[in-house]
């Protein structure tokens, strides 16, 4: 089991950039780890996923502007985001499997998950 907690959500202007950080309790190597988010009234979407060995995907929702990485000597993984619209605004929350051996976007493929940090674009 792992325990994930995000950081880094704030609130920028519109083009502007954030980091955001999600640290896990315990050892990643072996687990797939993603990113998503939920806007207020709608849906929780996926943003991005990264393999056990590095190997990025993107949704819809986070090609082009967002990068997905980890590094599991730290137990973390990032989602660096550029040129940040309005419609980025939502609750970001990253997800992690033991089990999971492909590119997912669906949320009932993750065991774990972090308690979300707020990103919000004006």
């Known amino acids: 089991h792992v325990q994930l907690v995000e950081s880094g959500g704030a609130s920028v202007h519109t083009g502007g950039s954030l980091r955001l950080s999600c640290a896990a309790s315990?050892?990643?190597?072996?687990?797939?780890m993603a990113w998503f988010r939920q806007a207020p009234g709608k849906e929780r979407e996926g943003v991005a996923h990264?393999?056990?060995?590095?190997?990025?995907t993107y949704a819809v929702a986070g090609e082009g502007r967002f990068t997905i990485s980890r590094d599991n000597a730290k137990n973390t993984v990032y989602l660096q985001m550029n040129s940040l619209k309005p419609e980025d605004t939502a609750l970001y929350f990253c997800a992690a499997d033991r089990w999971l051996w492909r590119a997912s976007f669906v949320s009932t493929d993750y065991s774990f998950w972090g308690q979300g940090t707020q990103v919000t674009v004006s």
């Open positions: 315990g050892v990643i190597s072996n687990y797939a």
């Open positions: 990264i393999g056990r060995y590095g190997e990025p």
